[in-house]
């Protein structure tokens, strides 16, 4: 499997489409730290936007790349390698060589501003280190998709439908449920809710980094208990990582099953 | 070499292979030919473990293949497109196929022969669909395998390059390897092979040499012969 | 002339001679605080040396001076009332009292005045007290520069630091408060000021303000309060140069208004709290000069807040800066500086050229169903932030910052 996730990321590195991400993201950092002159400020804008241009790349590269290395997959089928190590192997080494753009086009220009003298090491930390999650959730999520529709287009469509309904429509519907149902307890609802989403997952994970923890304590002993103690974090970074293992596994499953 | 039985497989609703059984002895050139979705290349993509079949049993020597991936090694398999990842360059290409398998491998000797030397440092995305053959063929031939599977290997090939191809085939036959080949050219089929088999509607309607086909379809033209076999069936 | 000022002289010195002093120590002859008390006479000054006075109920009713030398202490050993002053012009100053009787039905204090004016209490720590100091229905007294601390975890067994009750022109200055009930407690003062004191970590209030008209404080800081400070039915308050910092809880502010008329609220700094000031029925409130740094929310204004002025305030990076439970506004914003804001400055004059908008849907959504709280910062809030900006259905239409700052004010 590492020679085929070598393969694939050293495929990737070379391809023109790392270097947009990387160069975005460099862009991006400075843009950032230019228009707030502060860096915990930035990290808190930064947020809003890693949460959802990370999963919206994610997707779009997953989807991309399986379907633009078909031939590349067709030839590894044929070679004496077993199919999961091919498709895991692929799948990590796009996962992380995004995950590489990622941590260096936003790294290098926080470093330049002395991030590590700063205060917000953590949060900054942890934002990249959710960013890393997301990118593996999400490739994995579209690389599903893609196993699934023959059809490049209607997989695009699906994958964009899936980032969209994620990051937008679950929370407008989750609110409105909310609103709904407001005579209702709530609490434990809304820790479901949120956990089945891994957008919403990665957001409050953030916002507790970011100190908005007793905001939160705000509505209530559930979340006070949940949100203000280790036991969030612990349980919010389990079902991160069930939320890369369970879409990898698919992948797994799928891909055993398809005729190439 | 390979015993195929029963062998049925769907793509949804299209039924492509019906209860094939086919023995394919070890040593010599095999063809498998037919009309376009008879099933050819979904009968090689069995063999090779690409397509999951829906029922039936494959063993390459005695050994059931499905759900196996070691078997491959002993495979070397020409696919049909020649397509290959843009970015990486044809050296680059051919070294990490051969760093996958990790089996010897004499791919200077066929970079000379067709002639390739000149595109090693060029990236597969800039080569011409002729040249991509030609890296397909070297992939393919560059191991010493007791099978070869080759599908549609004369596509977009000079005549030079076929006649080279020839050569190695015919090389790889004298040295007792068992070579599976699917094709519509008829008359490479009538040079090379020993055996062929003619797949129709998802089952195998002719099986054994090219003469016995002649005899049956009282043609002495193979392409006669195939043609008759197509219009008989569809009178 | 000059007979006159020999006079003067001579009357000083006979008045100093007058001012008897009766020293106390372990080993004296008199050896208790009770004991020296008995024979002082109204003027008399009492020296308390160094030294462990196990000693409670100790009722002062002359005028005298209490002064401990080299730090004595004095333990209640957990029964009852320690000092009790029933008299004008005492003072006590330089001592350790500790060990209050916790009650349930008395209000045991460390040091209690009552009726006594004119009293200064100063330079005291007051370790494991029910109550510190208590002062009733007294007038022109000074605290100053005491420590009083206590291990309250529950509301219902502890007491408050310096609590007043119907008192008149006392000044409050330089104490430090910790582990209380309420670290300071005003019930019916007026003309009282607060300041340079540090209220920490206290059960419920840093400071709890009740019916207390014509009173300043300044200069305080209030730091991790179970519910931050109150200031409830009062007016003409003056607040300004306060600091209100990190109380975080579930119904914590930095500080709770509620019927409050014609308030000076200025220069003062409200970080990391849940709530920065939470406002309800306070009416003719002047915010000027404040700074709003990191809380939940910086402003959360219910019920009916009628023309308070909130001019040259900093709002920085606060989840909500403004929440309101109702669409009416009748209250100003102008010239702030606000962290969220976007706009732009073309003609470079620091103002911005397009107003801010400090109420968001989504606070509004909060204040309804505050479990939607998780929800905070998703791009779907986002969105329909952005649409009520564009045109306000469920917020106050006309609460607009018309100048907003493009820079913070320093």
Redesign the interface.
């Known amino acids: 499997m590492l ?2 996730l070598k ?1 694939s990321s050293f ?2 590195m ?2 023109r489409w790392s270097y947009v991400y990387f160069l975005f993201y460099l862009l991006l950092g400075f843009v950032l730290l230019f228009l707030n002159n502060n860096v915990s400020k930035a990290v808190i804008t930064l947020m809003n936007i890693i949460i959802v241009i990370v999963p919206l790349i994610g997707t779009i590269f997953g989807v991309m790349y399986y379907y633009n ?4 997959t ?10 999961s190590t091919i498709f895991l192997g692929q799948y990590i080494g796009l996962s992380i060589s995004l995950s590489i753009s990622l941590l260096l086009g936003l790294g290098i220009p926080f470093i330049f501003y002395g991030i590590f003298e700063s205060a917000a090491i953590w949060d900054f930390s942890s934002l990249l280190i959710t960013g890393v999650f997301l990118t593996f959730i999400f490739v994995a999520l579209s690389i599903n998709i893609a196993l699934s529709n023959e059809n490049r287009i209607k997989g695009f469509g699906f994958a964009i439908l899936m980032w969209l309904f994620l990051a937008v429509i679950y929370d407008g519907i989750f609110l409105i449920s909310l609103m709904i149902f407001n005579d209702y307890p709530l609490d434990k609802f809304s820790l479901i809710a949120t956990m089945t989403n891994p957008i919403d997952l990665s957001r409050i994970l953030i916002l507790l980094k970011l100190d908005i923890s007793a905001l939160l304590g705000y509505t209530g002993a559930v979340f006070q208990k949940f949100f203000g103690t280790g036991l969030g974090v612990i349980i919010s970074f389990s079902v991160l990582i069930l939320w890369v293992l369970i879409p990898a596994w698919l992948i797994v499953v799928k891909s055993g ?4 | 070499m390979i015993n195929i039985s029963n062998l049925h ?1 769907n ?1 949804g609703k299209v039924v492509v292979l019906r209860g094939i059984d086919l023995e394919i002895k070890k040593g010599g050139i095999f063809a498998i030919l037919g009309p376009n979705g008879s099933g050819k290349t979904t009968l090689i ?1 069995s063999i ?5 079949p829906d029922s039936g049993k494959i063993a390459v020597n005695n050994h059931s293949v499905l759900k196996e ?5 002993n ?1 070397n ?1 020409l ?1 049909q ?1 020649a ?3 843009n ?2 360059s044809v050296k680059e290409l051919i070294k ?2 051969k ?3 990790g089996k010897t491998a004499s791919d200077s000797e066929l970079i000379e022969i067709l002639g390739l030397k000149p595109f090693l440092d060029k990236k597969l995305g800039n080569l011409s669909g002729g040249t991509r053959q030609k890296v397909n063929l070297v ?1 393919c031939f560059m191991f010493d395998s007791e099978l070869l599977i080759l599908d549609e290997p004369t596509t977009g090939l000079d005549p030079v390059s076929l006649i080279q191809l020839k050569k190695i085939i015919r090389q790889e036959k004298k040295i007792g390897k068992t070579i599976i080949i699917t094709t519509h050219i008829m008359s490479f089929v009538e040079e090379m092979a020993d055996e062929i088999v003619f797949l129709l509607d998802g089952n195998i309607y002719f099986k054994g040499t090219i003469e016995q086909l002649q005899i049956k379809t009282e043609q002495k033209n193979l392409e006669h012969a195939i043609a008759n076999i197509l219009t008989l069936e569809n009178a | 002339m000059k007979n006159i000022l020999t006079a003067l002289i001579f009357c000083l010195i006979n008045a100093n001679a007058y001012t008897q002093v009766i020293k106390v120590c372990p080993d004296c002859k008199i050896n208790s605080i009770a004991q020296a008390l008995k024979i002082a006479k109204n003027g008399y000054k009492i020296l308390i040396e160094k030294g462990l006075y196990s000693e409670r109920n100790i009722i002062i009713d002359k005028s005298i001076q209490l002064i401990g030398a080299g730090n004595p202490v004095i333990d209640g050993d957990n029964k009852g009332e320690i000092i009790t002053i029933k008299a004008d012009n005492v003072s006590i100053s330089g001592f350790t009292i500790k060990n209050v009787g916790t009650s349930y039905t008395e209000d045991n204090a460390a040091i209690k005045v009552v009726k006594g004016n004119f009293f200064t209490i100063s330079n005291n720590t007051l370790e494991n007290v029910f109550f510190g100091i208590t002062i009733e229905k007294s007038k022109h007294g000074i605290i100053e520069n005491n420590n009083i601390s206590s291990t309250a975890t529950q509301e219902y067994n502890s007491g408050n630091g310096i609590h007043l009750w119907h008192c008149d022109d006392i000044k409050v200055k330089n104490n430090q408060l910790h582990g209380l009930r309420d670290g300071i407690y005003f019930e019916f003062v007026t003309n009282s000021s607060i300041s340079g004191n540090i209220s920490k970590n206290n059960v419920r209030y840093g400071l709890h303000f009740m019916f207390s008209n014509d009173n300043e404080y300044f200069e305080n800081t209030f730091v991790n309060n179970g519910a931050g400070v109150a200031v409830m039915f009062s007016k003409n308050i003056n607040m300004h140069h306060n600091k209100f910092i990190k109380n975080w809880g579930s119904s914590s502010y930095g500080l709770l208004l509620k019927e409050i008329y014609d308030a000076e609220i200025t220069d003062n700094l409200f970080e990391q709290n849940t709530i920065g000031i939470h406002a309800e029925g306070s009416t003719r409130i002047n915010y000027k000069k404040n700074n709003f740094i990191n809380n939940g929310w910086a402003i959360k204004i219910s019920g009916a807040c009628y023309t308070n002025k909130f001019t040259k305030n900093n709002f920085v990076s606060n989840a909500f800066d403004v929440s309101y439970n109702s669409k009416l506004n009748d209250n100003v914003f102008d010239n702030n500086y606000w962290s969220e804001y976007a706009g732009y400055d073309l003609d470079k004059n620091g103002i911005g050229d397009v107003p801010f908008r400090p109420v968001k849907l989504f606070s509004y959504i909060a204040n309804k169903t505050p479990e939607t709280i998780v929800l905070l910062r998703s791009l779907f809030i986002d969105i329909i932030n952005f649409s009520e900006k564009v045109s306000p259905v469920f917020t106050p239409d006309n609460l607009l910052d018309n100048n907003p700052l493009m820079q913070e004010i320093k």
């Open positions: 020679k085929i393969y495929d990737l070379r391809s290395s078909r031939e590349f067709i030839l590894l089928l044929a070679q004496p390698l077993k199919r099953r398809k005729d190439f | 497989k793509f993509k090779l473990g690409m397509v999951i991936w070691s078997y491959r090694d495979i398999y696919p497109i397509d290959f990842p970015n990486l990490m196929i760093n996958l398998r992939l």
